[in-house]
T-cell receptor, first 114, second 110 residues
């Protein structure tokens, strides 16, 4: 089955630690995205990538980093510089970066900072 | 910048009631419009979309019409079921960015 996988589903981190969230897709999509979801605030774009080895900052990139070394993979690192990292993180992909293309979402990773 | 405004929830309905969730948008160009649904603990699934004015998107009994004159994309369903209980997000896409509303929680009771 084609789709997007995110791991782990739940992640706990101590303050001051970096942590990497995995996102893999087998849909052969060029574009991939990371969103953060907080209660009552909808989804906010962290980073996106339209092609391998290229990515752009979204609306809330501070304290996060990404890489896009392979078409299938777009890992997100939450660094210790992110002041309030506890949230639900969603990865998505689309055929291309054009607006009318549907974005497909993974099941999400819930990160809790202890 | 581009933005999406949705009615606040939660919206609580009895099974078989009529549903409307209002969505209006602000955009500088001509965006594509989407409704996504999120079930508890899961990611988002596309429910329906419309890419130009007067288009009607429909899926699973849900409908929404792209109204350019009122900059709206209201979601409707004639008869809701308990299984429709979820959070619904309106979104617009222009260029390479998807902008979401804050979501509306729907609760359907027997």
């Amino acid at each position: 089955d084609g789709g997007i996988t995110q791991s782990p589903k739940y992640l706990f981190r101590k303050e001051g630690q970096n942590v990497t969230l995995s996102c893999e897709q087998n849909l052969n999509h060029d574009a991939m995205y990371w969103y953060r979801q907080d209660p009552g605030q909808g989804l906010r774009l962290i980073y996106y990538s339209q092609i391998v080895n290229d990515f752009q900052k979204g609306d809330i990139a501070e304290g996060y980093s990404v890489s896009r070394e392979k078409k299938e993979s777009f890992p997100l690192t939450v660094t210790s510089a992110q002041k309030n990292p506890t949230a639900f993180y969603l990865c998505a992909s689309s055929i291309g970066g054009q607006g009318r293309n549907e974005q497909f979402f993974g099941p999400g990773t819930r990160l809790t900072v202890l | 910048g581009d933005s999406v405004t949705q009615m606040e929830g939660p919206v609580t309905l009895s099974e078989e009631a009529f549903l409307t969730i209002n969505c209006t948008y602000t955009a500088t160009g001509y965006p594509s419009l989407f409704w996504y649904v999120q079930y508890p603990g899961e990611g988002l699934q596309l429910l329906l979309k419309a890419t130009k004015a007067d288009d009607k998107g429909s899926n699973k009994g849900f409908e929404a019409t792209y109204r350019k004159e009122t900059t709206s994309f209201h979601l409707e369903k004639g008869s809701v079921q308990v299984s429709d209980s979820a959070v619904y997000f309106c979104a617009l896409s222009f260029g390479n960015k998807l902008t979401f509303g804050t979501g509306t929680q729907l609760k359907v009771e027997l």
